[in-house]
Antibody
């Protein structure tokens, strides 16, 4: 069974940093691109970014709202994807979801973690 | 960026009703559209890809159609488990974008 478990969320002050982890199991992690989404309280879904699998260069893409502040990385040996969030702003408050991109390499996402809440507030 | 617009934003329906949700793209996205279902406090669940292809395990009462700029998600006979919010997502180009969601409520 595919499982994605996010961790690392919490309360953080504006301007500070936080790193989220996504621990995967039930599939060959290194074969898949991984992506992060977020959902502000009471709002819709927003794509944050993704990291391609190593065979596709392991490169990253980001939404404009986080580019330069957030970075995604992966450790295939541990089946973990990371979201490093720097210079956090109040608007970054959201539930953050880790997802697995479909193996077809088209950008839809067939499995989602349960999410972890990040609250940015002074 | 491609803007995705869903309508209606809220829909009241009864068990057994046929329900249709519309998603419009600000420019042509061919058939590069996915649909997700989200229940309160839960992660989204993937339903449909390439506008009309049903993900394995998704009940056949769900169907998708459309291409270009206009798409629909249809639930042929609404079941109690289907009361949720539905989102469309385009994957024609980056940034990936979602519609604002359609909440399907009990009438």
């Amino acid at each position: 069974e595919v499982q994605l478990v996010e961790s690392g969320g919490g309360l953080v002050k504006p301007g500070r940093s936080l790193r989220l982890s996504c621990t995967a199991s039930g599939f060959t992690f290194g074969d898949y691109a991984m992506s992060w989404f977020r959902q502000a309280p009471g709002k819709g879904l927003e794509w944050v970014g993704f990291i391609r699998s190593r065979p596709y260069g392991g490169t990253t893409e980001y939404a404009a709202s986080v580019r330069g502040r957030f970075s995604i990385s992966r450790d295939d040996s541990k089946s973990i994807a990371y979201l490093q969030m720097n210079n956090l702003k109040n608007d970054d408050t959201a539930v953050y979801y880790c997802t697995r991109r479909d193996l077809s390499n088209y950008d839809y996402f067939d499995h989602w973690g349960q999410g972890t809440l990040v609250t940015v507030s002074s | 960026d491609i803007q995705m617009t869903q309508s209606p934003s809220t829909l009241s329906a009864s068990v057994g009703d046929r329900v249709t949700i519309t998603c419009r793209a600000s420019q042509s996205i061919s058939s590069w559209l996915a649909w997700y279902q989200q229940k309160p406090g839960k992660a989204p669940k993937f339903l449909i890809y390439k506008a009309s292809s049903l993900e394995s395990g998704v009940p056949s009462r769900f169907s998708g159609s459309g291409s270009g700029t206009e798409f629909t998600l249809t639930i042929s006979s609404l079941q109690p488990d289907d009361f949720a919010t539905y989102y469309c997502q385009q994957y024609s180009s980056l940034p990936l974008t979602f519609g604002g969601g359609t909440k399907v409520e009990i009438k």
